[in-house]
């Protein structure tokens, strides 16, 4: 069964940054496809990044609205994505979810995603 847990956010100042994790277990395919949603209040869930691994090699994929300011990494070892905020800004305010693939490769639609974190909240203050 697979599983996935993020880290706790966070509460920072606007211009500040925060690195959520999230670990897996159970996730094992020759290529993985694994991704970092976010919703605010009254907004739909929207795809943020995304890494996309085959063999040694892996493709993020980043919405517009978040590049420059975030890196997703991946961490097989350690069966861990991260996904490191920097400049927040007090419209990053959202709950921040993981999400893993079974296809072979996946967008930064949910659709695309069978299992889902939890959550984790991260709050930017200005």
């Known amino acids: 069964q697979v599983q996935l847990v993020e880290s706790a956010g966070g509460s920072v100042q606007a211009g500040g940054s925060l690195r959520l994790s999230c670990a897996a277990s159970g996730y094992t395919y020759s290529s993985n496809c694994m991704g970092w949603f976010r919703q605010a209040p009254g907004k739909q869930r929207e795809g943020v990044a995304r890494i996309y691994r085959v063999s040694s090699r892996t493709y993020p994929l980043y919405a517009e609205s978040v590049k420059g300011r975030f890196t997703i990494s991946q961490d097989n070892a350690r069966n861990t994505v991260y996904l490191e905020i920097n400049n927040l800004k007090p419209e990053d305010t959202a709950s921040y979810y993981c999400?893993?693939?079974?296809?072979?490769?996946?967008?930064?639609?949910?659709?695309?995603?069978?299992?889902w974190g939890q959550g984790t909240q991260v709050t930017v203050s200005s």
């Open positions: 999400a893993a693939s079974t296809y072979s490769w996946c967008s930064l639609n949910e659709a695309d995603y069978a299992y």
